[in-house]
């Protein structure tokens, strides 16, 4: 079955997406137990990236999660650096697809106002507020299946927003700053809300 990317490579002018619930558009990973920590993360410049390993190393991670994206991969790099957790690459945490094909700023700039004002709304190549946050959604629920007990999940601003709001019903648009952790538990098959957007990175920090 081909991944969400690739559907909206070769989809043509008029065609839709398949519906994002349908089961096998991605394989799920289920290996029983439960997640009791998510930590996501937005992935940014260097210097955020090594802030974050210090940061995460008195967690224990078990395994980390990462976009494919390359920002994503040496901030999961830098972090496994510390933590010594083995890394998984996953698509499905990818940021948001505002448009594939387009380097046109004006229609860029036009579709991501049109996917904040509408969250259903889908660009022609790319994927509505809601998509992105359901295949965000749909990886977290398969690794909360595995037998690792505490992960990381290194992704990005805006689909991370999306899926919080999805996933808790949020009434306003979390903050989510470069290098910042936001935690979530999971038991008895629900997710609860820990904290959002905690710092740890900060120019002063490399200040005399």
Known sequence: MPTLIEQIRQRKPGDTL????????????????YLRGAYLYKADLQGAAQSLGPALKRYKIDKIYSSTLARAKETASVVASYTG??????????????SLHSTDRSYIKEMKRKVREDHAFVPSDGESVNQAADRFIRALRDISQTRFSRVALVSHCHVIQAALLNLFSLSYIPKIDEASITALEYTGGKFTLSYINRKVFSPRLFLP
């Open 18 to 33: 398949p519906d994002m619930h349908g089961a096998n558009l991605y394989k799920a990973n289920l290996r029983g137990a």
């Open 85 to 98: 957790a083995p890394v998984e690459y996953d698509e499905r945490l990818n940021e948001q697809v505002i």
